[in-house]
């Protein structure tokens, strides 16, 4: 398999030029990737918005049609699920049958990025998403092409912020806070993606660029560094 995860978050110079390297590497054999933005309200404008982004490479990729989403799947030699909202994707890949498709075609080798909400519905469930239920999906379950969860734009600890010239403490949750809560329930470990970082998936092994920490239902969290490699459990190798 070639899975490429992103968490989102590319708003510096160096990690667009980073995501430009890796979409244009992971997509080197592709012609036809069909670009999935379903995520978003506005189909037409998240697509236009996607090829401009990628310049002269985005006339290989495709905007999903919806009058014909498995076969134009079927065809493609590539899959690229945009980020938005979590609730709002899974919830349109279910009603429109998409599901099946893509696990088929990711599993036969066709490359798959997916970004922030993209990633989330690579794991068996969108559990650990940090978006909104602005509506309702027929199940949690997603796409199960990675064996773990992913909880994207991760940070550590708690938010300090600025308003009108003034710091502020940010008394909410922390991310780690959310995942053990999730933890409560279910044991899929859960990898929390730093912003401008990735996930390489063969199938196997997972190769991590950039930045990440590991949490578990019943273990300490484990930091991986650039470069890490880990097994579908979580277990760095
Ligand atoms: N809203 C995020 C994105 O797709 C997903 C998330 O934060 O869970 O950008």
């Given at each position: 398999m070639r899975v490429l995860l992103g968490s989102g978050g590319i708003g510096t110079e160096e990690r667009r030029l980073r995501y430009r390297d890796l979409i244009s590497n992971h997509f080197r054999d592709s012609e036809n990737v069909v670009f999935i933005p379903l995520a978003t309200h506005d189909h037409e404008r998240r697509t236009a918005r996607l090829k401009e982004s990628l310049g002269p490479m985005g006339a290989r990729f495709h905007g999903l049609d919806l009058d014909c989403g498995v076969e134009q799947i079927l065809a493609a030699d590539g899959v690229y699920m945009g980020g938005g909202n979590s609730f709002l994707l899974n919830m349109d890949l279910h009603k429109y049958g998409l599901i099946d498709a893509l696990r088929d075609v990711v599993k036969q080798g066709i490359p798959y990025l997916g970004v922030s909400a993209g990633s989330n519905v690579a794991c068996p469930t969108m559990m650990t998403t940090n978006d909104m239920p602005i509506v309702m999906p027929p199940s949690y379950e997603a796409l199960g092409i990675v064996p773990f969860q992913i909880n994207p734009h991760y940070y550590p600890g708690k938010i300090t912020f600025h308003s009108e010239g003034q710091r502020y403490d940010h008394f909410g949750e922390s991310r780690r806070q959310r995942i053990s809560e999730y933890h409560q329930h279910e044991a899929i470990p859960v990898l929390?993606?730093?912003?401008?970082?990735?996930?390489?998936?063969?199938?196997?092994r997972g190769r991590l660029i950039g930045r990440a920490r590991a949490f578990f239902q019943d273990l300490e969290?484990?930091?991986?560094?650039?470069g890490a490699i880990f097994d579908g459990t979580l277990t760095l190798g």
């Amino acid at each position: 398999m070639r899975v490429l995860l992103g968490s989102g978050g590319i708003g510096t110079e160096e990690r667009r030029l980073r995501y430009r390297d890796l979409i244009s590497n992971h997509f080197r054999d592709s012609e036809n990737v069909v670009f999935i933005p379903l995520a978003t309200h506005d189909h037409e404008r998240r697509t236009a918005r996607l090829k401009e982004s990628l310049g002269p490479m985005g006339a290989r990729f495709h905007g999903l049609d919806l009058d014909c989403g498995v076969e134009q799947i079927l065809a493609a030699d590539g899959v690229y699920m945009g980020g938005g909202n979590s609730f709002l994707l899974n919830m349109d890949l279910h009603k429109y049958g998409l599901i099946d498709a893509l696990r088929d075609v990711v599993k036969q080798g066709i490359p798959y990025l997916g970004v922030s909400a993209g990633s989330n519905v690579a794991c068996p469930t969108m559990m650990t998403t940090n978006d909104m239920p602005i509506v309702m999906p027929p199940s949690y379950e997603a796409l199960g092409i990675v064996p773990f969860q992913i909880n994207p734009h991760y940070y550590p600890g708690k938010i300090t912020f600025h308003s009108e010239g003034q710091r502020y403490d940010h008394f909410g949750e922390s991310r780690r806070q959310r995942i053990s809560e999730y933890h409560q329930h279910e044991a899929i470990p859960v990898l929390g993606l730093w912003e401008g970082s990735y996930v390489e998936w063969d199938g196997v092994r997972g190769r991590l660029i950039g930045r990440a920490r590991a949490f578990f239902q019943d273990l300490e969290p484990v930091n991986f560094d650039d470069g890490a490699i880990f097994d579908g459990t979580l277990t760095l190798g």
